[in-house]
């Protein structure tokens, strides 16, 4: 499996390492064993251009993921290929306001964007406890070493 990160906001001190090691415990948890995902960290003007390009919504948000596989390939998924936004003035604001750590919100996110990919969905109100739960099963997983992601 090849996890790129890029960190393209200046914001936050991000430890590359340690989101990559914990991304690889997630996907393996999962049962991804191949393909490719790049993580970018970016402001909050950037994550709006990309949502108002591609998606034609004119607002910033936490996170977009763009799942890059194959078309019908989602069936018992063991490999993903997609591009995952993640906006780390988001995370600044929603540690605030949800008494979370900023580690913690970048984390979610970057769970969210995966979670995505195999199949999880949040855009109808019916469909948002089932990623809710899962999101927080992964994380408690983690637990604590989430964390290191931030320096």
């Known amino acids: 499996m090849e996890i790129h990160i890029k960190n393209l906001q200046t914001k936050i001190p991000l430890c590359l390492p340690a989101i990559r090691r914990l991304m690889l415990i997630v996907l393996s948890r999962e049962k991804i064993k191949t393909g490719e995902i790049a993580v970018y960290f970016v402001s909050r003007q950037r994550i709006r ?3 108002l390009r591609y998606l034609h919504h004119n607002y ?3 996170v977009i993921a763009f799942d890059l596989s ?3 390939s989602k ?3 063991q490999s ?3 591009d995952i936004f993640v906006s780390t003035d988001a995370a600044v604001q929603n540690a605030k306001t949800f008494g979370t750590s900023v580690a913690h919100e970048l984390f979610l996110y970057v769970v969210h964007g ?3 990919f195999l199949g999880y969905d949040d855009h109808k109100a019916a469909d948002v ?3 809710r739960k899962k999101e927080q099963m992964v994380l408690k997983f983690i637990g604590n070493r ?3 992601i931030v320096l």
């Open 49 to 51: 251009a990309l949502n």
């Open 60 to 62: 910033a948000t936490d």
């Open 70 to 72: 194959l078309p019908g």
């Open 75 to 77: 069936s018992k998924r």
């Open 80 to 82: 993903l290929t997609g």
């Open 114 to 116: 995966v979670l995505h």
């Open 129 to 131: 406890p089932r990623i």
């Open 146 to 148: 989430v964390k290191r």
